[in-house]
C-alpha cells in the first residue's frame, strides 16, 4: 500500500513507542496504560489522546528536527557533513561528501538505494511535521494538557503544548522549502483520509508546492505560533528535555520563533536574484532589539540521550577526515597565497599557508601559531603534520582545523542552533540591501573587531591594500557585503551548514555545476509513481 511516506506507518509506531518511554522516564505519573505486547503495531491515536503523552512525544520531537539540521540521531552524518562541503566550510575526502564536491561536478544519485543527503532529511522533517499534526489534531480534539481546574478548564499546560507543536510544523516546512526544490504543504486542516485506502502509481492527489511557496508556508505557520504564544495566559516555561537543560519561557520562546521566521524569510532563495527579492523591510522588523535572541539558541549534549550531540561540530573540529575549507580561510589572506591557489588547475591544488591579521586565523606570532578558532595538526615536537588522506590526492588537502570547540564539545558542550551573530548579521545585510550602509558598519564590526581584532570598517569598505581583509577572489579589498559574509562564515561555521549552503548558492558562490536544492529522494518517486529526476552536473537547477 504506498503512502503519503513509505515509512509512515513505522515512524508512527516509533513516536508512540517515544511516548510511552518519556512517561516511563518519569516515573509514569499522568502517562496512561498502554498495551505494548504487539509493540510493532501500537496505537497512535490512544497515545495522542492523553496529555501527557502527547506533550512528551510533541516535545522530543525537536531532537528530529535538530538531527536533521545538526547532525545526530540514526545517520548522522547526512546531510551535514555533504552540504558543509558543498558550501566550501570544511574539505574531505569521505565519500558520502565526494559525490557532491569533486570536480568537475556531476549528477547527484538519485536512483539507488541509500542516498541519505536527501532521504533523511525528507523523511525525519515529515516525521516532524507527522508528529505535530497528529498532536494539533488532538488538541483540537479537546485532549488537555497538564492540570485542569476552575482557572485552565482547557489545561494549564495546553497553550504550551499548541506553540510548540505549531513551532515544529512551521520550522520543519520552512526546512523543507530551503532544502528540497518542492515539498507536500500539510498541516492538521490538511484532508489526509486517503491513506488509509490503497492508491495506485501515479494517482497521488496531494500536489507539489514550490520551494518558495514552501518557506513562505513554513513562516505563515510559525506566525501563527508566534500569536499564539502572545494570547498564552502565563508565561510559560518549557521542560528542561525539549531543548535538552535549557530554560527558555514564553517570552523568549517568542524570539526564537522570530528567528526562524527570519531564516524562512531568507534562505529559500538559489540565486542573487532571488535573494534581492527577499522582505528585507520585515528582516529588519523581526531582527529589532527585543524581537530577536540575546543569547545563544543552543542545545547540552548528552552522550547518553538520543539527538543531543552534533556529527557537524564534531567534523568542523577534525584534524583528519575534515579540515577547514581553503575556500573558508582564503579570504582573510594577504599575502596573495589564497590568489595563486585559485589559480591553480584543480588537480594541482594543494594546502596552503596564509598571513592574516585576523586573529581568529593565526596568532599574532606569525602563521604558525593557532589562532582563536583554527590552528594547524602538529607531533609530538610541534612540526606541522599533515593527517588527511591521500586516496583522492592532494585537491582537498587544507592545513587548518577548528580548534574553538575543542575535540569533545560536540558530545558534552553546549551547541549553538541559532545564535545572536546570525541574527545581527542578517539585519546588517537587509540594511545594506536598502541603502543604509551606516547601520550595517556597527553590526559587522562587533564579531570582527572583538575577535578578529581586525581594524572596523567603514561604509567606503575593508580598508585598502594590502592589509584589507577579507579580499576578493581577484586580491581586491572586499567591500560592506563581503566583510558581512566573511564574519558569518568564519564565526557560524559550526551553526547548522544548511545555513551556509543556503548564503553560497544565494551570493552566487557555488562551483559550476554543484546542486542548489535536493531532489526528492528516488525512493518516495518510485512509490509515488513519479518519475525520477536530479541535480548536480549539467542538470538543469544546478549552480551555473
Request: charged content about 20%.
Amino acid at each position: 500500500m504506498p503512502r503519503f511516506f513509505p515509512t509512515f506507518t513505522a515512524r508512527a509506531r516509533r513516536r508512540a513507542l517515544r511516548a510511552v518511554a518519556a512517561c516511563a522516564a518519569l516515573g509514569g505519573v499522568g502517562c496512561m496504560s498502554l498495551d505494548v505486547t504487539n509493540a510493532d503495531t501500537p496505537n497512535v491515536e490512544d497515545v495522542f489522546a492523553n496529555g501527557v503523552n502527547l506533550e512528551n512525544t510533541v516535545g522530543l520531537s525537536f531532537r528530529t528536527l535538530y538531527g536533521v539540521t545538526m547532525g545526530s540521531r540514526t545517520n548522522s552524518s547526512w546531510p551535514v557533513v555533504p552540504i558543509g562541503a558543498l558550501a566550501e566550510l570544511i574539505t574531505t575526502d569521505l565519500a558520502i561528501a565526494w559525490e557532491l564536491i569533486q570536480e568537475p561536478r556531476v549528477p547527484f544519485n538519485n536512483v539507488d538505494p541509500g542516498q541519505w543527503t536527501n532521504r533523511k532529511p525528507w523523511y525525519d522533517l515529515y516525521e516532524v511535521i507527522a508528529t505535530a499534526t497528529d498532536a494539533l489534531r488532538a488538541l483540537d480534539r479537546g485532549v488537555r494538557v497538564g492540570v485542569v481546574n476552575a482557572a485552565s478548564p482547557s489545561g494549564a499546560d495546553t497553550p504550551r503544548a499548541r506553540v510548540w507543536s505549531r513551532f515544529m510544523l512551521g520550522a520543519s516546512q520552512v526546512y523543507l522549502g530551503i532544502y528540497f526544490d518542492k515539498a507536500f504543504a500539510t498541516d492538521e486542516t490538511s484532508d489526509l483520509s486517503f491513506l488509509q485506502g490503497e492508491i495506485q502509481p501515479g494517482q497521488f492527489p496531494l500536489e507539489f508546492t514550490p520551494y518558495r511557496a514552501m518557506a513562505a508556508f513554513g513562516v505563515r505557520q510559525l506566525e501563527q505560533a508566534v500569536a499564539e504564544a502572545r494570547r498564552a495566559p502565563t508565561n510559560f516555561t518549557l521542560p528542561l528535555e525539549w531543548v535538552n537543560q535549557q530554560t527558555i519561557n514564553r517570552d523568549e520562546l517568542v524570539r526564537i520563533l522570530n528567528g526562524y521566521i527570519v531564516r524562512g524569510l531568507v534562505y529559500w532563495a538559489r540565486t542573487p536574484q532571488e535573494r534581492a527579492q527577499v522582505d528585507w523591510n520585515k528582516v529588519l522588523e523581526l531582527t529589532a532589539p527585543g524581537n530577536v535572541i540575546t543569547r545563544d539558541f543552543s542545545v547540552l549534549a548528552d552522550v547518553t540521550k538520543s539527538g543531543t550531540v552534533s556529527t557537524w561540530l564534531q567534523y568542523t573540529q577534525l584534524q583528519t577526515d575534515a579540515r577547514a575549507d581553503n575556500m573558508l580561510i582564503g579570504p582573510s589572506d594577504t599575502s596573495g597565497t589564497y590568489q595563486r591557489w585559485l589559480q591553480t588547475p584543480f588537480e594541482q591544488r594543494t594546502e596552503i599557508q596564509v598571513r592574516t591579521p585576523d586573529r581568529r586565523i593565526h596568532g599574532a606570532g606569525g602563521p604558525n601559531t593557532n589562532g582563536k578558532y583554527f590552528g594547524q595538526p602538529t607531533d609530538a615536537r610541534g612540526t606541522y603534520v599533515q593527517t588527511m588522506r591521500t586516496g583522492r590526492g592532494t585537491t582537498i588537502f587544507s592545513r587548518y582545523r577548528g580548534i574553538r570547540y575543542g575535540t569533545q564539545h560536540f558530545q558534552i558542550g553546549q551547541i549553538p542552533v541559532m545564535s545572536p551573530v546570525e541574527m545581527d548579521l542578517l539585519r546588517a545585510e537587509a540594511f545594506l540591501r536598502l541603502g543604509r550602509p551606516a547601520d550595517a558598519v556597527p553590526l559587522i564590526n562587533r564579531t570582527r573587531v572583538a575577535n578578529g581584532e581586525l581594524p572596523p570598517v567603514t561604509v567606503n569598505g575593508t580598508g585598502s591594500l594590502p592589509a584589507c581583509v577579507p579580499r576578493k577572489d581577484d586580491g581586491s579589498c572586499g567591500d560592506l557585503m563581503d566583510a558581512m559574509l566573511y564574519e558569518k562564515r568564519i564565526e557560524l561555521q559550526s551553526v547548522e551548514p544548511i545555513l551556509h549552503w543556503a548564503d553560497w548558492r544565494a551570493f552566487g558562490k557555488l562551483q559550476r555545476g554543484s546542486m542548489m536544492q535536493f531532489p526528492i529522494h528516488g525512493r518516495e518517486l518510485q512509490v509515488l509513481g513519479l518519475p525520477i529526476y536530479t541535480f548536480g552536473g549539467s542538470n538543469p537547477g544546478s549552480a551555473p
